[in-house]
T-cell receptor, first 115, second 114 residues
Framework: DAGVIQSPRHEVTEMGQEVTLRCKPISGHNSLFWYRQTMMRGLELLIYFNNNVPIDDSGMPEDRFSAKMPNASFSTLKIQPSEPRDSAVYFC?????????????FGPGTRLTVL | KQEVTQIPAALSVPEGENLVLNCSFTDSAIYNLQWFRQDPGKGLTSLLLIQSSQREQTSGRLNASLDKSSGRSTLYIAASQPGDSATYLCAAPYSGGGADGLTFGKGTHLIIQP
């Protein structure tokens, strides 16, 4: 299996621009997670989906952030408009949740820089 | 709300030593706990997942234990090697029963000196 795939790997944009991050989870997994990592705050959960349905978006910082999962093999995280404080590494993770078993596997991340 | 703390924040030892990394969590109503490794500029690699019904999980030179009653987990690394140098992260599910998102500790930055 190719693992979790994220694109782009690096994104540099100017303040006010729209940014779209993409994720392809591991085939067969039924849960997908978006996390953000910064030096100050560490790793934080933004939102997660079970069977393509958003379950908990309480970690999404503002209305500028939105996430979709139109099917089991694709998800997007959009920031519009972007701000310099959104600069971080954004990780997508997926898992096959069955009962109490929920091992999460992470993608390589997208490093976002907002100038 | 779950809070995860890792001690020590950093550790530098000569190769060959056996190491213990510590993790504590505030909400013991978890059904599993996961340990990850992160190399600089890279993503997270899952090392071990311990389910609440287990007390230990082993993979090669790594052994992780879980004590829900005390809110603690430890990661034991045997016969450390320079290739083990990385940041080790402990993660527990959010509280609230059934919540699947992970709360991460700040990590232990490990350096193994050749």
């Amino acid at each position: 299996d190719a693992g979790v795939i994220q694109s782009p790997r690096h994104e540099v944009t100017e303040m006010g621009q729209e940014v779209t991050l993409r994720c392809k989870p591991i085939s067969g997994h039924n849960s997908l997670f978006w996390y953000r990592q910064t030096m100050m705050r560490g790793l934080e959960l933004l939102i997660y989906f079970n069977n393509n349905v958003p379950i908990d978006d309480s970690g999404m910082p503002e209305d500028r952030f939105s996430a979709k999962m139109p099917n089991a093999s694709f998800s997007t995280l959009k920031i519009q408009p972007s701000e310099p404080r959104d600069s971080a590494v954004y990780f997508c993770a997926s898992s096959f949740r069955q009962g109490g078993y929920n091992e999460q596997f992470f993608g390589p991340g997208t490093r976002l820089t907002v100038l | 709300k779950q809070e995860v703390t890792q001690i020590p924040a950093a550790l530098s030892v000569p190769e060959g030593e056996n190491l213990v990394l510590n993790c504590s969590f505030t909400d013991s109503a978890i059904y599993n706990l996961q340990w990850f490794r992160q190399d600089p500029g890279k993503g997270l690699t899952s090392l071990l997942l311990i389910q609440s019904s287990q007390r230990e999980q082993t993979s090669g030179r790594l052994n992780a234990s879980l004590d829900k009653s005390s809110g603690r987990s430890t990661l034991y690394i045997a016969a450390s090697q320079p290739g083990d140098s990385a940041t080790y992260l402990c993660a527990a599910p959010y509280s609230g029963g059934g919540a699947d998102g992970l709360t991460f500790g700040k990590g232990t930055h490990l350096i193994i000196q050749p």
